[in-house]
């Protein structure tokens, strides 16, 4: 049950205070009494009246049953509740991602915390458990799970408001993408690891920009001549990608040696990215590797090649162009550099 505390106006000029009663899709007025009549004193304790009166009407509505047993609701165990909602993830990185923010917070308030317990108290002791315990960013990461759990009891009306949207974490400033230049592709292209599918999936994210969750998925009858036709497991958006003359040999050398459906068997993204380390270090490559500097090695190096930003944004799969942007970003500083390295008169 939401109580809205809304203003009509008149005819005669003035605006008249009322409470809209919602439940689901049932709504139902209720009039006040009380006016806005243009005089600023007395117009402001007429908003504290119509706002006690709201206060009070949505605690005596809460006491009744109206739909549901609000009170009953409050009483949900949280751990159960947030894991019901981890388990409406399918992807296998958003859900362990889910599933440590629900073991940080039962690590920090237990098992048995109920959704009508949790207070701004509690969530702001959650927030310094967490900046105690990971990195900044981590923390907000995790703490946003908690609190979308929170959100989604609102929405539901099992609770009135959400106790962590007072909790503030200070700006993150997200650091500059690792990408590698062609010279460092070439060394990892000649390398050698154990794990040949690891190396290949790898370079043939360089050249497409996909995501890791996309490669080890991606199957046989998702290939369309010189095209991949897929479905992207993080966003569930379908990406059509047309494949560079790079891209198609790394995929032939790959489908030679495909046992199954799958194009890329990989093991899991720790697994795979371990192998990546060992695989720059033996080819001289100094960067720190993980499988997703192969999509942030893609972009720059489109963005770098003239490709306009918004071009490359739907290349990506990206929702919204500010997300390419830190890539933009990345090119405009070597930019600079590389102009600041010409000689002087």
Sequence with gaps: MRVNLKLRELPSGRKSFYLELRDGKKRKFESLGLFIVGNGLLDKETRKRAQVIRDMRFKELHSQTWGHDPAEARGINFSEYARAIMAEHRNPNTALQWRTSIQ???SYAGTDVTLGSINPDMMRGF?????NKVSAHSASSYYMKIKACLNRAVMEDKIAKNPALGVKFARIVR???VHLDLDEIRLLRQGYIQNSSVQRAFLFSCFTGLRFG????LTQDEISGDSLKIRQR???EPLTIHLSAEARK???EQLKQAK??????LPSETTTNNALRVLAKRAGVKKHIHFHVGRHTFACMALNRGVDLYTVSKLLGHKSISTTQIYAQVVDQK????VNLLPKL
């Design 127 to 131: 927030k310094t458990f967490l900046e």
């Design 250 to 252: 790394i995929l032939g």
């Design 214 to 217: 996309d490669i080890t998925a």
């Design 234 to 236: 993080k966003t569930q």
């Design 260 to 265: 199954g459906d799958r194009v890329f068997p």
């Design 175 to 177: 650091p500059e993408p």
């Design 335 to 338: 930019k600079r550099e590389a």
């Design 104 to 106: 940080h917070w039962e």
